[in-house]
């Protein structure tokens, strides 16, 4: 019988989870959180959000992992905010690391970039279109930090088990995998169920990207489209067939946000959902 829970993941190289949230006053039952906005915009946007992301997961005892990206690298238009520098953003991670005492994740976007990011943060992020690069992956390993790897937009679930392989070949046993849906045509993504026990089937804990999942990229306009208010559908699913945790980028006003407004969630809206995904995985928890 599975038992979806934090306690269940401490088998097969997963008792990491239990380190991260050392910290924490959680439900071991509950599914883990990795949830803040898209980009470190500024202070004061990134201490806000990350407040009330905390206050929330405290209430409710759900594991959390603060997110943000120091940088986006990835943007349709030249034009596009890319970051407030790499330094500056990182120590205001850190900062919220230690204000609140509760472990960071960020993108890296190179090799290079691991040694520098993992001095600020406990998790560090693969983005999707880089799932596949050996020298990023290795260099992640190589920190000792828990990596988190995005399933490519373009590869099936089970072609995720390579990054895995990689990963634990370069000595790194402390892995996350991240559904973040499947090119569907040329404007739009969607989300194959199947691939969370494909993904789990590998021994690692696996998280569904309830935000991005929904964006809509190559707009006319340069600026990725979105559907957010699919999210709760994505999440409630996501818990249903089983997922160890969910990663939903908030901000205080998506419509103002410097990147991914568009598929962002309304910080306003954080609670009301988060309430409802726990009742829902205490029942799916009677049902296994």
Known sequence: MLVYSIYYLCIMNRDFLEVLFKE?????????????????????????????????????????IFKSSYRKANRTRLDSFTGIGD?????????????????????????????????YVDVLQIPAFLCRQTDILVAAAKTGKVVNVKKGQFLSPEAMQFAVTKLQESGNNRIALTDRGTTFGYHDLIVDYRGIPTMRAMGVPVVMDCTHSLQQPNQSSGVTGGNPQMIETIARAAIAVGADGLFIETHPDPSCAKSDGANMLKLDLLEPLMEKLVKLRTVVNTLN
């Open 87 to 119: 330094e500056a953003a990182l120590k205001l991670l850190k900062k919220v690391r230690d204000t609140y005492n509760v472990p960071v994740v960020t993108d890296i976007h190179a090799a290079e970039e691991a040694a520098m990011a993992a001095e």
């Open 24 to 64: 924490q006053n959680i439900n071991k039952d509950n599914f883990f959180l990795m949830a803040g906005p898209c980009v470190v915009e500024g202070e004061e946007i990134l201490m806000r959000t990350a407040e009330r992301v905390i206050d929330i997961s405290k209430r409710l005892e759900i594991p959390l």
